[in-house]
């Protein structure tokens, strides 16, 4: 959320150039075990497995009401046009899912968020998930269950159409089934069966590979989403002056480009200081 407890310290990036970064992951859980002890590294665990849980209870659900009987598998013998259309069918199978399913688990995940960021402020406002319900219903409405859904969505969405198309054109234009994984291309001649071995491997792993690759694109969909769940909502991290009080989610994600953060947070051990880091004053 913006908010940076501890002072950066001075390093050098690749170049030799002196830069400020801020302390990793590792030495912000144990600021937190100081401050509030082991427990406030669990800050709103529960509501995040409820939320997880429901998720995949849903998409269980949907399977069985839903079932994808049509979907084939891409094989080898198909060629670009049919394959593609079997991408394209799948990945709207997943989408479907993926879209119910984080619409109904949204509302735990934006309690979730706001147990954590309670530590920002030192606050007790949200604590168990029932009075946790209460009080957004009671301040915000049922729209307050929602905050920062459709980022989410949007990054959910980009993420398996991204990650799905990548992995099929390269599997189609770049790995070559003839390859064999025999030294000096014997194998295609002495074992057939190992043919397309070291196809089928490379290919089980380019989904694995674009997975990550496109998860750091989609990176500030999740960071706006998560921050808009907390902003305005009666937590000091939520208002000034740790963040701005943004009217929609299109306001914050301008608001964190022309700053340079829509990748704030995003590295667990290298981070740099961004212009727009709020330190605490002692």
């Not at 390093?11 to 406030?40: C, H, W």
């Not at 084939?72 to 198909?78: I, Y």
């Not at 089928?200 to 769940?229: E, W």
Request: proline share 5%; with cysteine.
């Amino acid at each position: 959320v913006g908010h940076e407890p501890m002072p950066p310290t001075i390093g050098t990036n690749v170049l030799g150039r002196k830069v400020l970064y801020l302390p990793s992951f590792f030495t912000y859980a144990k600021y937190i075990v100081q401050v509030d002890g082991k427990i406030g590294l669990f800050r709103g665990l529960s509501p995040r497995l409820m939320s997880n849980a429901l998720s995949t209870v849903t998409r269980g659900s949907m399977k069985k009401v839903f079932p994808p009987d049509e979907i084939e598998q891409v094989a080898n013998k198909d060629d670009m046009k049919t394959s593609l259309k079997k991408v394209v069918k799948e990945t709207s199978y997943e989408m479907m899912m993926q879209c119910v399913s984080r619409m109904l688990a949204h509302p735990l995940h934006v309690i979730s968020m706001r147990c954590m960021v309670q530590f920002v402020g030192r606050e007790a406002k949200y604590s168990g998930v029932l009075s946790s319900i209460g009080k957004i219903f009671k301040e915000e409405g049922l729209l307050g269950f929602f905050v920062g859904l459709i980022p989410h969505l949007l990054g959910d969405v980009v993420f398996l159409w991204g990650c799905n198309l990548l992995a099929h054109f390269i599997n189609a234009y770049l790995v070559d089934d003839s390859v064999s994984d025999t030294p000096g291309g014997l194998g295609n001649d002495q074992n057939p069966g190992s043919q397309f071995s070291q196809a089928l491997a490379i290919r089980s792993y380019t989904k694995f590979v674009m997975g990550i690759a496109v998860s750091m694109l989609t990176y500030p969909f999740l960071l706006v989403g998560d921050l808009m769940a907390v902003n305005n909502c009666g937590l000091q991290a939520g208002l000034p002056p740790y963040s701005p009080v943004f009217k929609s989610w299109i306001h914050c994600w301008k608001y964190l480009s022309v700053q340079g953060q829509l990748f704030r947070g995003s590295s667990l051990l290298f981070r740099r200081v961004s212009s727009g880091s709020c330190f605490a004053l002692e």
